[in-house]
């Protein structure tokens, strides 16, 4: 059974990747900005007028999810001893922790 979030054909990873990366830009430049994280996130969207509306739907949900979680997930990887606590990780946390997206060499393990 797959996620919402990853579909099964190549050219769908690449987007997923390109989701991330984006992802991972954005968060980046909310926690370096003081204007709010909506006209953060405005502002990084209307520079990239190329991405599309599923892609940025599916971007900003995955934004506003890891703010909501922010202390779930940064206690999560403090437990772990994680240490330092990267963007990326709290990426990938958040896509276990909350979304549920065990990577496939860990999720057959477990079966």
Do not use: C
Not at 45 to 59: L, N, V
Not at 74 to 95: C, D, V
């Amino acid at each position: 059974m797959h996620s919402a979030h990853l579909p099964d054909t190549s050219f769908d990873i690449m987007i997923i990747s390109a989701r991330m990366q984006a992802v991972l830009e954005i968060l980046d430049r909310i926690q370096k900005s003081p204007i709010p994280m909506d006209l953060t996130i405005g502002d990084y969207m209307r520079q990239r007028r190329y991405i599309g509306s599923k892609d940025r739907a599916d971007i900003v949900e995955r934004v506003y999810g890891m703010v909501r979680h922010h202390a779930r997930i940064n206690w999560a990887l403090e437990q772990a001893g994680a240490t330092p606590i990267t963007s990326r990780l709290k990426l990938l946390a958040y896509l276990i922790l909350v979304e549920g997206n065990m990577p496939r060499h860990i999720s057959k393990k477990m079966k």
